[in-house]
C-alpha cells in the first residue's frame, strides 16, 4: 500500500542559457571476433565521426596474455586491429574511441571483440620411444575445430595433415634419435586463429642378438657379455631362479662365482636392451638364454598360512639325510632354528607375522630351500558404549577395531526397530516411537580375513519421549520501511507437550539464534523503531517452543526444545526529499532553476506539478539515478498560461520513493 506525502512551496520564474552541443556519436562498427581467415576483418569505424577527432585505445582484459596493436596511427573514423600473439582463454579486446574535439560528449565509445580462436597451452610431449602411441588433444574454448600438418620430417610415423586430434604410432628407422613436428591451427568456423607448434622427438628402439646357453659345475665362474648396433644401449635382466647364485635381476654383463648345489639347477635369463636419452628409456625386444648349474636339489616345503593359536605342522623331504632349518621371525611362536620337522601352535599377534624358513639338506649343504609361515593377525572389535535414545530419533553406531577387519551382528529384540542381525561398520536406523521403553543386546563379532576374533555386546535402549514442535513460519523475506509495527502469520503445524510454551524471537545474528534476541513476543507482533534496532539492517524471526520455566521464559537447553527459523526482515529508512528555495520575486515571463535534494537508494521517482489558484499549469514525472536534479521552469513550459495579475504560483511534489521505500509507507 502507498501513502502519498505531498510537499508544496512557491516561486518566481527567471531567465535562462541554453548550451548547443553536437549530435551524439553511433557505436563502433566492425566484426564481435578477430579473425586470420577473412580479408580485411579487423577494421573498426564510427561512421559519420571526422569532426570528432577520435583517438582509440585497445587493450587485453584481464591482462592474461595475448597483444593487440593498431595498423596505422590510432586516430580517426577507423583504424585496423592486428593480434600477434597467442591470446589466453578467458580474456577479451577492449576498443575504445574518445571524441576530442569539446563539441562532444568525450565519453569513450567502447566495444569488446572476441580473440581469435586459440588453444590452451600445448603440453611440451616427452620424447618417446619408437612404437610408441603418439596422441596430440588439442584443447580450446568450446566449439572450435583444428587443422595441424606435419612440416619436417615425416619418417616420425606422423601424417602429412589432417583435423581433430593428432594420432600416431611414433616411427625411427635410424639408430639415433630421430626430431619431427608441425603446427596447428585453430578454428571457429570460418574464422582462423593464430597457428601453435607441436614438436616429438623419437629415441630409436635398440636390437641385440641372445647369447648361447651355458652349462657349468657349482662352484665355477660364469662370464656373459652383452652386445648391440645401437650406440650407448645399456642391458638390464632377469634371472627366474637366484638358485644359480645370481640376483633375481640385475643390469649390465654377467660375471660371477656360481655356487656348490646338491641338485642341478638352470635358469632362464632374460635380457632386455635399453636405449637412454633425454631422461627416456626405450626398451628393445628381450632375448633369453639359460645358465645350467649341475647338482642335486631339496624338495621345496609349501608356503602356509594360518590363523593365530593354529597348529603349524611341516614335513620335509628330499635327498638329504637330514635337515637343518633357521627362522626369520620366532614371533610366529617357531624358534629361531633348529633341525628335522616343524612342529608348533602359532601365536597371537595383533600384526600380521609372517617368517622366512630356510631348509637346508645335510651332510651336503649346498642346496638351501626357503618357504614362507605367515600368521594372520588377531581380529578384534572395540567395545561400543551403549545407546540410548527417543523414539523417532536416528540411530548411528560406528563399529571399529582392528585393521581389515568386517564385523557381523546380531540383535535380541528387533523391536527397537533393527532387523535381528546384519554386517558391515555402521549400525544405522531410526528408531520407531514405542508405547513403551524397549532394550535391545546387539552382539559383535570381528572377521578378518579367514580368522574370526572375540565377540563383544553392548546395549540399545529406545525411550517414549516428548514430541514438541514449534510448527512452521512463512518464510518469505521481508522488507519494512520506516518505523512500524510489524506483524507476521501465526506458525502453523505446531505440537505442545503439557507445560510446553510458544514464544517468537526477533534476532540478529542467524548463526545465534537464542544468543542475539532482540525482541521476544507472544503474538507475532514486533514493532521497529531507533534506538534499540538500526536502519538498513537486517532481523530474523523465529518460533520456539519447550518447557516453561518459572520466569515464563523457555528453556533451550531441554530435551523437548524445538526451533524453526522464519523470514529475514531487512529494516530501510525512508527516503527524504528537500526543495531548494526559489528567489521571493521575478520579472513576468521569466524563468527559476529549481533544485532537487534527495536522501535513500537510488533510483529515485517522484511527480511535480506548477499551479495557480487552482489550475494545474505543468505536471511531470521524474526518475533520478543521482541524489540531485536541478530543473528550469519557464513559462512557455505550462500546458495552460497563467492567468494575468492572478495570484502566485504554487509547487507541489507527490508519490515520493527510492529504490525499496515510498515516502509514507
Not at 47 to 65: E, Q
Not at 283 to 289: A, E, L, R
Not at 332 to 340: D, R
Not at 422 to 436: D, H, K, R
Request: overall charge negative.
Amino acid at each position: 500500500m502507498r501513502i502519498r506525502v505531498h510537499c508544496i512551496f512557491l516561486f518566481f520564474l527567471v531567465r535562462n542559457m541554453l548550451v548547443a552541443q553536437c549530435p551524439p556519436l553511433g557505436p563502433i562498427v566492425g566484426p564481435p571476433q578477430y579473425c586470420k581467415s577473412i580479408p580485411n576483418p579487423n577494421i573498426y569505424t564510427i561512421p559519420n565521426s571526422a569532426a570528432a577527432n577520435l583517438v582509440w585505445t585497445s587493450s587485453i582484459v584481464p591482462p592474461l596474455g595475448g597483444a593487440i596493436s593498431f595498423i596505422g596511427p590510432p586516430t580517426g573514423e577507423s583504424v585496423t586491429l592486428n593480434w600477434s600473439q597467442n591470446p589466453v582463454s578467458g580474456t577479451m579486446i577492449h576498443l575504445c574511441a574518445m571524441p576530442t574535439n569539446p563539441c562532444y560528449d568525450p565519453t569513450p565509445i567502447c566495444m569488446d571483440i572476441i580473440p581469435p580462436p586459440h588453444l590452451y597451452p600445448i603440453p611440451p610431449l616427452p620424447t618417446v620411444c619408437a612404437g610408441d602411441l603418439v596422441v596430440f588433444e588439442w584443447q580450446g574454448p568450446p566449439g572450435q575445430t583444428y587443422m595441424w600438418q606435419t612440416i619436417n620430417q615425416p619418417l616420425i610415423g606422423s601424417p602429412q595433415q589432417g583435423s581433430g586430434d593428432l594420432v600416431f604410432i611414433a616411427q625411427n628407422p635410424f639408430d639415433t634419435p630421430l626430431f619431427g613436428g608441425g603446427d596447428v591451427i585453430s578454428w571457429l568456423g570460418d574464422c582462423q586463429g593464430v597457428a601453435n607448434g607441436w614438436a616429438v622427438t623419437v629415441l630409436p628402439k635398440p636390437k641385440m642378438s641372445p647369447p648361447p646357453d651355458i652349462t657349468v659345475c657349482g662352484g665355477s665362474p660364469v662370464s656373459v657379455t652383452f652386445s648391440s648396433a645401437t650406440p650407448t644401449t645399456t642391458f638390464t635382466w632377469t634371472n627366474d631362479n637366484p638358485a644359480i647364485g645370481l640376483p633375481a635381476s640385475g643390469s649390465g654383463n654377467i660375471n660371477y662365482i656360481s655356487p656348490k648345489v646338491p641338485s642341478p639347477q638352470t635358469a632362464t635369463i632374460t635380457v632386455t636392451p635399453q636405449y637412454t636419452n633425454q631422461g627416456v628409456t626405450c626398451p628393445g625386444d628381450p632375448v633369453t638364454f639359460h645358465i645350467t648349474l649341475n647338482g642335486s636339489v631339496v624338495d621345496a616345503p609349501p608356503t602356509i598360512t594360518v590363523c593365530p593359536g593354529e597348529p603349524v605342522s611341516v614335513n620335509f623331504s628330499g635327498t638329504g639325510n637330514s635337515y637343518t632349518w633357521t627362522n626369520s621371525n620366532p614371533a610366529i611362536g617357531l624358534p629361531a632354528s633348529g633341525s628335522g620337522d616343524l612342529s608348533f601352535s602359532a601365536e597371537d599377534s595383533p600384526l600380521q607375522q609372517t617368517a622366512t624358513i630356510t631348509v637346508t639338506p645335510q651332510p651336503c649343504p649346498f642346496a638351501s630351500q626357503t618357504f614362507n609361515i605367515t600368521v594372520l593377525p588377531a581380529a578384534f572389535v572395540n567395545q561400543p558404549d551403549n545407546v540410548t535414545v527417543c523414539g523417532g530419533q536416528p540411530v548411528a553406531v560406528f563399529l571399529n577395531g582392528s585393521l581389515a577387519t568386517t564385523f557381523s551382528w546380531t540383535n535380541s529384540n528387533p523391536a527397537i526397530g533393527l532387523p535381528a542381525s546384519g554386517s558391515g561398520s555402521l549400525i544405522a536406523f531410526t528408531a520407531p516411537n514405542l508405547p513403551a521403553t524397549q532394550t535391545a543386546t546387539v552382539t559383535v563379532t570381528p572377521t578378518r580375513g579367514a580368522c574370526t576374533g572375540e565377540p563383544v555386546t553392548f546395549q540399545i535402549t529406545v525411550q517414549k519421549c516428548c514430541a514438541t514442535d514449534a510448527g512452521t513460519l512463512d518464510t518469505a523475506a521481508v522488507a519494512v520501511c520506516g518505523p512500524k509495527m510489524v506483524t507476521l502469520a501465526l506458525p502453523g503445524n505446531h505440537h505442545l507437550e503439557p507445560n510446553d510454551t510458544i514464544r517468537f524471537i526477533l534476532y540478529s545474528n542467524p548463526a545465534n539464534p537464542l544468543g542475539s534476541i532482540v525482541q521476544y513476543s507472544d503474538t507475532l507482533k514486533f514493532p521497529f523503531l531507533p534506538g534499540t534496532m538500526h536502519f538498513d539492517s537486517i532481523y530474523y524471526v523465529a518460533v520456539i517452543a519447550g518447557p516453561q520455566l518459572p520466569n515464563d521464559s523457555i528453556n533451550a537447553a531441554a530435551t523437548c526444545f524445538s526451533i524453526f527459523k522464519g523470514p529475514k526482515i531487512t529494516w530501510w529508512k525512508k527516503p527524504v526529499i528537500t526543495v531548494g528555495s526559489p528567489p521571493q520575486a521575478v520579472c513576468r515571463d521569466g524563468c527559476a532553476e529549481v533544485l532537487f535534494e534527495l536522501e535513500g537508494r537510488p533510483p529515485f521517482e517522484f511527480d511535480w506539478q506548477v499551479s495557480q489558484d487552482g489550475a494545474v499549469l505543468l505536471a511531470r514525472h521524474e526518475v533520478v539515478s543521482g541524489h540531485q536534479l536541478l530543473v528550469l521552469v519557464c513559462p512557455q513550459d505550462f500546458d495552460v498560461p497563467p492567468v494575468a495579475n492572478g495570484g502566485l504560483l504554487g509547487f507541489m511534489v507527490s508519490n515520493f520513493g527510492d529504490k525499496v521505500c515510498w515516502c509514507g509507507e
